[in-house]
């Protein structure tokens, strides 16, 4: 990053204070609710609040990043993204948004379900396997990205 807070094409994205985030908030959140000790009202809550701080901020980061790759203006662009070898640093960091952005969906699915009970009580054990699997997986991706 620059001193202004810009991205460099050239530079990485820095996944790591958001992987910091993410462990010291959302995995123990995770694992509070898989083992039935929060709601999932409790855990929207927590969640919303890695979601709308640490993980924006990076997000903005890889979106500028691939404006100034890609030299995009923001718009809908119609196709996928070019295989151009220098777009390759924001294209590695987009599996970090889309996850996110799935585990934001998948918590407010079982929000919406669940309100103030447990994962004891969901009609749908696979999304507590689903939610297990995703933020298991997440935390490697980061890690992976973080070197």
């Known amino acids: ?28 959140a995770a694992v509070d609710f898989l083992e039935r000790r929060i709601s999932a009202d409790e855990l929207r ?9 640490a993980f924006r901020d990076y997000d903005r980061a890889v979106e500028r ?15 996928g993204p070019e295989a151009d070898p220098g777009h390759a640093v924001p294209l590695a960091h987009f599996p970090v948004s889309n996850a996110h952005n799935n585990i934001d969906r998948l918590v ?10 447990t994962i004891a009580e969901t ?13 298991d997986r997440l935390d490697a991706l980061m890690a992976s990205l973080a070197g």
């Open 1 to 28: 990053m620059t001193s202004d807070g810009a991205v460099r094409a050239s530079s990485n994205p820095d996944v790591r204070p958001l992987l910091a985030a993410y462990r010291a908030a959302v995995v123990p």
């Open 45 to 53: 809550e927590r969640w919303r609040e890695h979601y709308f701080g």
């Open 65 to 79: 990043a691939w404006r100034e790759a890609s030299g995009s203006d923001g718009r809908m662009e119609s196709g």
């Open 108 to 117: 407010e699915v079982l929000a919406i379900e669940l309100g103030g009970r």
């Open 123 to 135: 009609r749908m054990r696979e999304r507590g396997i689903d939610l297990a699997h995703i933020i």
